[in-house]
């Protein structure tokens, strides 16, 4: 089965008010009409409505990066998923290697959030990815199935089709440092095994798995053209549309 690519950008918390307007406005005229791979940004949760307005008919979808699991109230500082469907997100981004190692995310409140995001209806690109240690460690299938398998528990096959897997091996984001097309490859084959496993066969060649870490123009083909990376979850790359269209560009 062929799987549409699907390119997403994650800002992190980059950007200000006017370069998300000018940066949006730029991937709308160049990449604003491309249909043949699926394109999103996600810029920090102030900017969105200037983005999703710079996107509006246009083909890029707009993601958060983060989610709270409650619809409203005593939640200081949190932002809920109804909220982001209220200014026209439709994606979010959930168990990002920086929200689990930095602020401390477990599994088991990434598959909260991932409940509470497919019944707010939007759609999610959850993210699993092992640290060097662990991987140096020969950890990383260990690690990753159960981050998989924690962060999908009790998950139905049918929401199964909202969600996207990022594969981000924690050593490759932001440090110049990207895993070769062997190595990701092999734990995108493994993490797809892994969902015939807990699901089916046939859910297991539908789901798209992504890429993360360090992804440029420059590698981004030769990443994305094995079998099992269906697409890039890009952060540093994302930032400039000389990047991203060049990453994009690449594949068409
Ligand atoms: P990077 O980030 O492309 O800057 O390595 C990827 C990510 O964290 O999603």
Redesign the pocket.
Known sequence: MSRKLFIAG?W?MNSSAASSVEVAGGMAAQLGSVDAVDLAICPPFVYIPGVVEAFKGSNIGVGAQNMYFEDNGAFTGEISGQMLKDIGCRYVILG???RRHVLGETDQLINTKIKKALSDGLEIMFCVGELLEERKADQTTAVVTRQVTEGLKDISRDAMSSITIAY?PVW????GETATPEQAQEVHAMTRGLIGELYDSELAQAVRIQY????KPGNAAELLGCPDVDGA?????SLTVEDFAGIVNSVL
């Open positions: 994650n992190k990002h290697s920086e981000e490759a984001i932001g440090t993360g870490g360090s992804v979850l890009v952060g540093g790359a």
